[in-house]
């Protein structure tokens, strides 16, 4: 359900921005789902080694589906991007635990091949959802992309009620609330800072001065507070271990650099080529097949290679992914944006299930909840915060190409706010074809301008790798 919602909304975005307008907003959508998602996660995790895994999964599930049938009926870009966040809410409850789960039912010889088939699940789910979305935006409505949550929701709900049994023993622990909130409103302050700045207010406001401030300020208070609680949100002496602090750290700049493609590429498809949703979504399909290939057979390798030596394979079909993203322009042939498309998903995949391997390699059944919720939470952090620094950076040059094109910036504004969304939307054929032309190549140039720089995150991930030690699963040590 997440991972079809997630593939189903960038899908769409191009045809929700042209039906609600905000081209300049539209990455809260995406972000205000991964936010409330990343606070939830290492409370629910904790939760779930208190009092079961079973009862919060089913409460994510819940408030996921109330979420989904809320977007449905949003009216404007503002209102889905609050219901997103309480979909976020459940999403922060779903994917730790079932993390957690696979790991808790599935003995040490068997998680490479299980933790493959969960990323593949993943995969696939977001194979259709592009294909499923695009089909209901063309042909029904986008509020129904949503909508079609609710049936799977419920069917997984009756299911895990039914047939999931779990152990009663559960380990009891603090949830470190302070912890939470600080870490989650300086995450917020600097999201804010991002989006705002340089369009509604300019770099050196005060209210943007005041927003970075305020994020740097609880983000001291965030460390000060996981130095001194008895359990923190975020334990420091996890990181102690080499193979849990490189994978996860490994995760964030992966998270944050496969966003900017997941929210770019329909964008670029829909705006730059002039294709309808249907298209942008058999674009994202061979993206997503590779990400399905790489995840299980990085599952597969687990135990005939290092996580090490899997993860720099990873690193360097990521880097080329995102080098040869960074060539496109409005004379690209589509085909060849499938094949780079399919290089950027099998360098993904990898980490879907050997980076959640890794994180839990050293930890006991008493930790794992812990371990698992933190290795997501901070790849859901990169996420949110490369959502929010790529959004900045493509509506920027955006902006300045504008201005360029249009050679005034009042000229400029005016395409910007009418045109622009419209290019997005069934009604572009009624743009006239030299301002079309103008705003479609201005879109292109900011699109791969953002690409070229979510090459550095893919290139400190592929540095970080090396600082994982030579680990790998030892299916002769079942004893241990």
Same mark, same amino acid.
């Given at each position: 359900?997440?991972?079809?919602?997630?593939?189903?909304?960038?899908?769409?975005?191009?045809?929700?921005?042209?039906? /609600?307008?905000?081209?300049?907003?539209?990455?809260?959508?995406?972000?205000?789902?991964?936010?409330?998602?990343?606070?939830?996660?290492?409370?629910?995790?904790?939760?779930?080694?208190?009092?079961?895994?079973?009862?919060?999964?089913?409460?994510?599930?819940?408030?996921?589906?109330?979420?989904?049938?809320?977007?449905?009926?949003?009216?404007?870009?503002?209102?889905?991007?609050?219901?997103?966040?309480?979909?976020?809410?459940?999403?922060?409850?779903?994917?730790?635990?079932?993390?957690?789960?696979?790991?808790?039912?599935?003995?040490?010889?068997?998680?490479?091949?299980?933790?493959?088939?969960?990323?593949?699940?993943?995969?696939?789910?977001?194979?259709?959802?592009?294909?499923?979305?695009?089909?209901?935006?063309?042909?029904?409505?986008?509020?129904?992309?949503?909508?079609?949550? /609710?049936?799977?929701?419920?069917?997984?709900?009756?299911?895990? &009620?039914?047939?999931?049994?779990?152990?009663? !023993?559960?380990?009891?622990?603090?949830?470190?609330?302070?912890?939470?909130?600080?870490?989650?409103? &300086?995450?917020?302050?600097?999201?804010?800072?991002?989006?705002?700045?340089?369009?509604?207010?300019?770099?050196?406001?005060?209210?943007?001065?005041?927003?970075?401030?305020?994020?740097?300020?609880?983000?001291?208070?965030?460390?000060?507070?996981?130095?001194?609680?008895?359990?923190?949100?975020?334990?420091?002496?996890?990181?102690?271990?080499?193979?849990?602090?490189?994978?996860?750290?490994?995760?964030?700049?992966?998270?944050?650099?496969?966003?900017?493609?997941?929210?770019?590429?329909?964008?670029?498809?829909?705006?730059?080529?002039?294709?309808?949703?249907?298209?942008?979504?058999?674009?994202?399909?061979?993206?997503?097949?590779?990400?399905?290939?790489?995840?299980?057979?990085?599952?597969?390798?687990?135990?005939?290679?290092?996580?090490?030596?899997?993860?720099?394979?990873?690193?360097?079909?990521?880097?080329?992914?995102?080098?040869?993203?960074?060539?496109?322009?409005?004379?690209?042939?589509?085909?060849?944006?499938?094949?780079?498309?399919?290089?950027?998903?099998?360098?993904?995949?990898?980490?879907?299930?050997?980076?959640?391997?890794?994180?839990?390699?050293?930890?006991?059944?008493?930790?794992?909840?812990?371990?698992?919720?933190?290795?997501?939470?901070?790849?859901?952090?990169?996420?949110?915060?490369?959502?929010?620094?790529?959004?900045?950076? !493509?509506?920027?040059?955006?902006?300045?190409?504008?201005?360029?094109?249009?050679?005034?910036?009042?000229?400029?504004?005016?395409?910007?706010?009418?045109?622009?969304?419209?290019?997005?939307?069934?009604?572009?054929?009624?743009?006239?074809?030299?301002?079309?032309?103008?705003?479609?190549?201005?879109?292109?140039?900011?699109?791969?301008?953002?690409?070229?720089?979510?090459?550095?995150?893919?290139?400190?991930?592929?540095? /970080?790798?090396?600082?994982?030690?030579?680990?790998?699963?030892?299916?002769?040590?079942?004893?241990?």
């Amino acid at each position: 359900m997440a991972s079809m919602d997630n593939t189903i909304v960038v899908t769409a975005m191009g045809t929700i921005v042209g039906d /609600l307008g905000g081209l300049d907003s539209f990455v809260w959508v995406v972000s205000a789902f991964m936010v409330a998602e990343m606070a939830g996660m290492p409370i629910f995790g904790k939760l779930s080694d208190m009092y079961g895994r079973k009862r919060f999964f089913l409460f994510g599930s819940f408030v996921f589906m109330a979420g989904s049938a809320l977007c449905g009926t949003a009216s404007s870009i503002e209102q889905l991007s609050i219901y997103r966040a309480i979909q976020g809410i459940g999403g922060g409850a779903l994917i730790p635990i079932a993390f957690t789960i696979i790991f808790d039912i599935f003995p040490l010889e068997k998680r490479g091949k299980i933790s493959g088939l969960f990323g593949a699940v993943f995969g696939l789910s977001s194979i259709f959802g592009p294909l499923i979305g695009a089909y209901i935006t063309d042909f029904i409505s986008w509020h129904w992309v949503f909508y079609i949550n /609710l049936p799977l929701g419920l069917l997984s709900f009756i299911l895990i &009620a039914m047939f999931y049994q779990e152990t009663k !023993q559960h380990e009891k622990h603090h949830i470190d609330w302070f912890g939470a909130v600080t870490l989650v409103g &300086a995450v917020v302050c600097l999201m804010f800072a991002l989006e705002l700045g340089g369009g509604t207010y300019a770099w050196d406001s005060s209210e943007i001065l005041l927003l970075f401030c305020s994020a740097a300020v609880l983000f001291i208070c965030f460390f000060l507070i996981e130095r001194k609680v008895k359990e923190p949100i975020i334990s420091f002496d996890m990181f102690k271990n080499r193979l849990f602090a490189g994978s996860t750290l490994v995760a964030l700049f992966y998270g944050g650099t496969f966003i900017s493609a997941t929210i770019q590429i329909p964008i670029f498809v829909q705006g730059v080529y002039g294709d309808s949703a249907t298209n942008s979504g058999l674009v994202l399909l061979p993206m997503m097949l590779g990400s399905v290939i790489s995840a299980q057979l990085g599952g597969f390798l687990t135990t005939k290679m290092s996580y090490r030596k899997i993860m720099v394979i990873s690193g360097f079909i990521l880097v080329a992914g995102f080098s040869l993203l960074s060539t496109l322009n409005i004379d690209t042939p589509r085909l060849l944006l499938t094949v780079y498309m399919i290089v950027v998903g099998l360098g993904v995949g990898f980490s879907f299930s050997v980076l959640s391997m890794a994180a839990i390699h050293h930890f006991g059944p008493e930790q794992r909840g812990s371990a698992t919720s933190t290795s997501n939470f901070v790849r859901s952090l990169g996420m949110t915060i490369g959502a929010s620094i790529f959004g900045m950076i !493509q509506k920027t040059h955006f902006s300045e190409q504008m201005q360029t094109f249009f050679k005034s910036a009042d000229a400029a504004a005016i395409a910007s706010a009418d045109d622009a969304n419209q290019i997005l939307s069934s009604s572009r054929s009624s743009i006239p074809p030299d301002i079309l032309n103008r705003i479609t190549e201005a879109l292109s140039n900011s699109i791969v301008h953002t690409f070229a720089w979510a090459v550095l995150p893919a290139a400190a991930a592929l540095l /970080l790798v090396f600082y994982m030690p030579n680990d790998r699963v030892n299916v002769s040590a079942k004893g241990k």
